[in-house]
């Protein structure tokens, strides 16, 4: 009897510890998909940052390329007054007092990425400001590319701007890039992002593409070869054709 007794609290105490194991590791899988979703959030919102500072710079490009005006007022101080306005227009948060349901991921990194496009600008000044020099090669693309650049040196995040015949070749993609750009250009319509977890899942990896409008093609379109206004060759590329890709890496051990 005593012994059955034992044997009987043996069961129970392996039971409740089963339990308890089982409680934990659903816990953790809950987490781990969390982190997850959040990560993938976050992509979402760098990109939208990125090209809402492109978008900024488009829309001051007669400013900045105009030769007669000396001091044009485009300062980083400027620019975040516009780019916090018009990501509170495509996305309803106010970087100025992010809310409560944004990914604390999104909340450290949104303000570094912020810092940096301010930095790009602030680092072109003397350029824009220049009288008497119409086009200056402070373009969305060089913003971009020059932007991403300093974010990814300031956080575990890798942010580029990539595609398949890049201009800079800074901008060449590595092996996965090259994969999913290769997919995305054989594809007739256009795409919204392709995010995976690789490595096993300990990255994730997310390309936003980006496509062509008109306004792209008088130094990316027709005729192919003939030097742009940059002095690149044109690529000869039609509205919608891809153009590349805004590229994002984020580490699963993030803190
Ligand atoms: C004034 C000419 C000009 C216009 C207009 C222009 N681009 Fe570019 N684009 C460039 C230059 C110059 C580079 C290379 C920038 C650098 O040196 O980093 C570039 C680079 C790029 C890149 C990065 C990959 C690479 O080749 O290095 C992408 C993507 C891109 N452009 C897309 C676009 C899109 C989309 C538009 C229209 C919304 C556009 N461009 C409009 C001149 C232009």
Known sequence: MRYNGILMKRHACLFVVLNLVHVLLWWNMGWAQTRQKESEQT??????????????????????????????????????????????????????????????????LL????????????????????????????????????????FSNRSQVKMKQTTLNPRNLKNTPDVYEEEVLKRLASQSTSNGPVAEWVAGGKTLRVLTPIYYSQDCLVCHGSPQGILDISGYPREGAREGDLAGAISIQIPASTP
């Open 43 to 108: 992509a979402q919102y760098l990109t939208t940052l990125l090209n809402v500072g492109r978008l900024i710079v488009e829309r001051h490009q007669p400013l900045i390329n105009d030769h007669q005006k000396g001091d044009k007022g485009f300062t980083p101080e400027s620019f975040e007054q516009h780019a916090v306005d018009e990501f509170f227009r495509q996305t309803s948060i106010d970087l100025r007092h992010p809310p409560a349901h944004l990914p604390d991921l999104a909340k450290e």
């Open 111 to 150: 303000p570094i990425l912020l810092e940096s496009s301010k930095h790009v600008v602030a680092d072109a000044q003397l350029v824009i400001n220049q009288r008497g020099i119409g086009y200056k090669n402070f373009i969305p693309a060089t913003f971009g590319s020059q932007t991403a650049r300093k």
